[in-house]
């Protein structure tokens, strides 16, 4: 399901030789009636050329049909990564009755490297051939790096559905960082929509998960609306809908960090009592891409010194965030382990998988939530050996 | 030799009970002349108790003497904390002759705990007992924590010397984290000279190193001067004691990344055609600590890409570093790696214990260096094992 779950979306996964053993490389998710949409992309400087074509394509057109390759990210590529990207969108819009602008191109993988066009090419031959109105599994597999599962969801409102897929372990981090989705809906949008409905989920999920700290050069989260389902819409449809494109991001974020490179822990960490809403989300991204936060995680130490310690050096565009530390108070699981600057003595065990922190700077109304995972063994194993 | 290489101070480093199995926990160094000094501290929110003594002291009276405690970092400790770190002050004081003022405190070690201040005030007086002038090595040692060795440095002008102890391996980030340095000269410098000599060897080594990008609540550069040397000052030996400061502090700042958690490898990282010194400068820092780079490092991967990517995320004030993708180039251990944008082909093999990194923006005249390390297994081990 996933992505084929709403009316109207056919979708592939097929393997054409960029990654090893068979596995699934090359994804095609596609919209039988005509669709709106849009995109956000990374915010990375070092853009891969996927993104760059993609980018154009929508200023041109509305999106039709998302192709995805893992393996290679195709960045840092030149203008021969570009010509690739712009190929691979022309033969895939060649195959499906498309103009190139209305396939938008994604890739994921190792860097530096150049995408074997033959290959791709050959893939989309095949995932154009084997487009099905159950292929969202096997598009959802398609796309994965070092990902261990995939990653699906799906949310319903009344007579239609928002699908949706996405891969991302390590690099995990705001702003999209290494980190694609591609999100269907049969909801009818009208053109120029999609991104007021995009955006206030995505910040509230995808850009407040961390894994690492990265941020990618490819990181993109697509929508495709083909107002496939025919429902009417109303004040109160158009309420449901922005709350079921929300569900289906957070629930595929919190797929992504538990499935985060070597994770054996997800923390939830929230802040308040911040002095701004910009200053409570630099504590909460700070806390949460600290490897000594992260460390105490897998070690399972309530550390709420380091908590303390990365709330304090926390940066927001002119210095630093405000802290007092006679004010901070510090919760985990639960328990309060500094109140107003001062040691309770009491800790939790951090037994299992789950984390809660809670810090209040009790210096105004801003509050912001983020999601994180430990740094273990296994995130150095896993990206010292990537490329190997 | 280190602290008491330059003539006229005298140190110890005794044991009272707050690390394990009998190491050297206390550090006293001491001004036989009378002294005038300075310090830089933490830019972190999160104030230990010690830095907020010392500054106050600072502003009270001219330094003559530095009491250093490990084991305990004596942050998020309240008000209690405070009292604490004025008792060891007073203490320090009496036993010395001097005022309460004229003591700066440091501490390094566990957040959130309590000193246990009857042992400081015993390790107080046993220190105080056993200054001498060949006490430099044992004070060295007393001020590590998970430090695998001390760090001493010297430098000698005509006629004068700069001595230098630090501590410092996991959390090493610029802005001083988790980092004490103590120097000493015999150099004569009037009230109010010592920072303008200070401030620029600092940012020049401690503020350029990074081992995990963290940034603590304790760090600390202190600088005392007492003019036991009896040289005349000139132009020729401002300019001669200016460079030993820069030397002694260089050295320590590259003993102490080569001494980081776990590092198997040390990283000197150069940009330079970056946009401005501030973007330059954040360039260098996001590459020097992004995971994904430094467990490439400990892979001895050449993951020209990693740096790219990290590049290409590197924040300054209002946005991201200007960077464009189809002018940079990277060479890591002298090997064009990216030219112009383009993948070389050429890739060095990374076989011994460094790597220096070349990142060419080609845009304009900004140029910084950085020291970093690796990320290994080992730095997650001690940071998940620290407290227990």
């Known amino acids: 399901v996933s992505v084929t779950a709403p009316e109207g979306f056919v979708a592939s996964g097929v393997h054409c030789g960029l990654r090893k053993n068979g596995r699934l490389d090359l994804s095609l998710v596609r919209s039988l009636a005509p669709a709106t ?94 487009l099905s109105d159950d292929g969202g599994a096997d598009s959802a597999a398609a796309i994965m790096t070092t990902d261990t599962r ?91 809908f922005a709350l079921c494109i929300r569900r289906v991001c957070g629930e595929l974020a919190k797929q992504i960090v538990a499935d985060g490179e070597g994770a054996t822990v997800l923390a939830e960490i929230a802040v308040r009592g911040a002095a701004t809403e910009v200053e409570a989300r630099a504590i909460a991204e700070r806390v949460a891409t600290s490897p000594l936060v992260k460390t105490a995680l897998y070690g399972h130490d309530a550390n709420w010194g380091r908590i303390a310690a990365a709330a304090g050096s926390a940066r927001v565009d002119g210095g630093f965030a405000q802290l007092d530390p006679g004010r901070l108070s510090i919760a985990i699981d639960g328990v309060a382990v500094l109140v107003d600057g001062r040691p309770s003595g009491h800790e939790p065990a951090l037994t299992n998988g789950h984390c809660a922190i809670d810090i209040d700077l009790a210096l105004g109304d801003g509050g912001a939530t983020y999601l994180t995972s430990d740094l273990s063994y296994d995130y150095v194993r896993i990206n010292a050996e990537y490329r190997s």
Chains 1, 2 share one sequence.
């Open 37 to 130: 949409g849009t995109a956000m992309f990374t915010i990375n400087r070092m853009l891969a050329a996927p993104v760059v074509v993609s980018r154009e394509h929508l200023d041109l057109a509305e999106p039709q049909a998302v192709v995805t390759n893992s393996g290679v990210a195709n960045a840092a590529t030149g203008e021969r990564g570009l010509l690739d990207a712009r190929a691979t969108a022309a033969e895939t819009g060649r195959l499906l009755g498309l103009d190139a602008e209305e396939v938008l191109v994604l890739s994921t993988g190792v860097i530096g490297a150049l995408l074997p066009l033959s290959n791709v090419i050959a893939g989309v031959r095949e995932a154009a051939a084997t």
């Open 150 to 240: 995939p990653k699906e969801a799906v949310a319903r409102g009344s007579g239609f559905a928002v699908g949706g897929m996405a891969k991302g372990s390590g690099m995990i981090h705001p702003q999209l960082a290494t980190m694609l989705a591609v999100l269907t809906t049969d909801y009818p949008l009208e053109p120029g929509e999609a991104l007021d409905f995009l955006r206030p989920a995505v910040d509230a999920s995808f850009n407040a998960i961390s894994v690492d700290g990265e941020c990618s050069t490819n990181d993109a989260v697509v929508l495709l609306a083909n107002g496939a389902s025919g429902v009417g819409r109303t004040p109160a449809s158009d309420e449901q």
